[in-house]
């Protein structure tokens, strides 16, 4: 594994005290939020999810980064800036973000994924959990069943996917914040991404994304082995992965004794872009609050003693 780590601006291959050189063949890109890549600090793992790439994270990458946090915005394999093909499991990729992890020689982090990339973080924080410090998940659902049209259409017809996945994303045509800022065309900018993640790749990565977010059986044994704080962060319209089916995902959760607490927001499955700010204030506390932890060794277990609400 080559690793390209983007400190803003240029992509540079690190030096050999931050990278080692697993295969020729295959590339995996990190955005670290425009500062240099620094280990020392606390590290937060930033996971995209279904045909979508690093720059989802955008905000909330460039304010932690700049406030004492080293992040790592990755691109999964085989979408855009990651090369390969895309990994066909979400155990896979899991699997993978922990080799991209090994070879950085990063021991612990904050994992946070959106939408797929929460079923990444959940299974990568199972897989090895003296590396995961805690567990932000935004957008997230278990089973995250996928239609059988919307399987269909990523598999046969990608433009038709995108619009359906677009129309069931998006809660409003004006959302305020919004993100870059407010008045940009969220419908176009997503359209245009995942347009771009389909132009990067000739593998059908919607379609294989899809297809591991619906096959994904291990979510609760996953979640029943989590031992450190956990965050939810929940759109109150979404449609993809709706409140409703949240519940088991938090009581396996709550089963293991792991301080959990859930963040509501006013928006849809989209809460990057339709509520970015909100966002960035859920994981940018929660964050800070595991961080102190780790220097007191009781400060976020103080503050989340959950299951607990907050609502935005």
């Known amino acids: 594994m080559n690793i390209v780590i983007d400190e803003g601006g240029t992509s540079t291959s690190p030096n050999a005290s931050a990278s080692a050189s697993a295969s020729a063949n295959t590339i995996a890109y990190a955005y670290t939020g425009g500062k240099p890549f620094d280990p020392a600090l606390p590290t937060v793992v930033l996971i995209h999810g279904a045909q979508h790439d690093h720059s989802v994270w955008a905000l909330q990458s460039r304010y932690l980064a700049h406030h004492g946090f080293n992040v790592l915005a990755v691109d999964l394999p085989g979408h855009h800036r990651s090369t390969g093909s895309p990994l066909s499991t979400i155990e896979a990729m899991a699997d993978?973000?922990?080799?991209?992890?090994?070879?950085?020689?990063?021991?612990?982090?904050?994992?946070?994924?959106?939408?797929?990339?929460?079923?990444?973080?959940?299974e990568a924080a199972a897989q090895r959990p003296s590396r995961c410090s805690a567990l932000a998940l935004f957008a997230t659902a278990f089973p995250m069943r996928v239609s059988d049209a919307l399987l269909n259409a990523a598999a046969h017809r990608e433009p038709e996917a995108i619009e359906m996945v677009n129309q069931w994303s998006h809660s409003t045509f004006a959302a305020k914040p919004s993100c870059p800022a407010p008045g940009f065309w969220l419908h176009g900018i997503n359209q245009q991404l995942m347009q771009r993640i389909?132009?990067?790749?000739?593998?059908?990565?919607?379609?294989?994304?899809?297809?591991?977010?619906?096959?994904?059986?291990?979510?609760?044994?996953?979640?029943?082995?989590?031992?450190?704080?956990?965050?939810?962060?929940?759109?109150?319209?979404?449609?993809?992965?709706?409140?409703?089916?949240?519940?088991?995902?938090?009581?396996?959760?709550?089963?293991?004794?792991?301080?959990?607490?859930?963040?509501?927001?006013?928006?849809?499955?989209?809460?990057?872009?339709?509520?970015?700010?909100?966002?960035?204030?859920?994981?940018?506390?929660?964050?800070?609050?595991?961080?102190?932890?780790?220097?007191?060794?009781?400060?976020?277990?103080?503050?989340?003693?959950?299951?607990?609400?907050?609502?935005?």
């Open 96 to 122: 993978w973000l922990h080799r991209l992890l090994d070879t950085l020689a990063i021991e612990r982090a904050l994992f946070a994924g959106h939408s797929m990339g929460s079923l990444i973080a959940l």
């Open 198 to 312: 389909s132009d990067s790749n000739e593998a059908p990565v919607f379609s294989i994304d899809f297809t591991a977010c619906n096959t994904y059986d291990a979510g609760l044994r996953a979640a029943a082995s989590i031992r450190c704080p956990t965050r939810l962060v929940v759109g109150r319209r979404d449609l993809m992965t709706p409140p409703s089916r949240l519940q088991p995902l938090i009581e396996a959760l709550a089963s293991s004794g792991a301080p959990v607490d859930t963040v509501t927001l006013d928006c849809g499955h989209a809460m990057l872009a339709e509520q970015p700010d909100a966002c960035l204030d859920a994981l940018h506390e929660f964050a800070q609050l595991v961080s102190r932890d780790a220097q007191e060794q009781n400060g976020c277990t103080a503050e989340l003693r959950g299951p607990g609400q907050t609502n935005v």
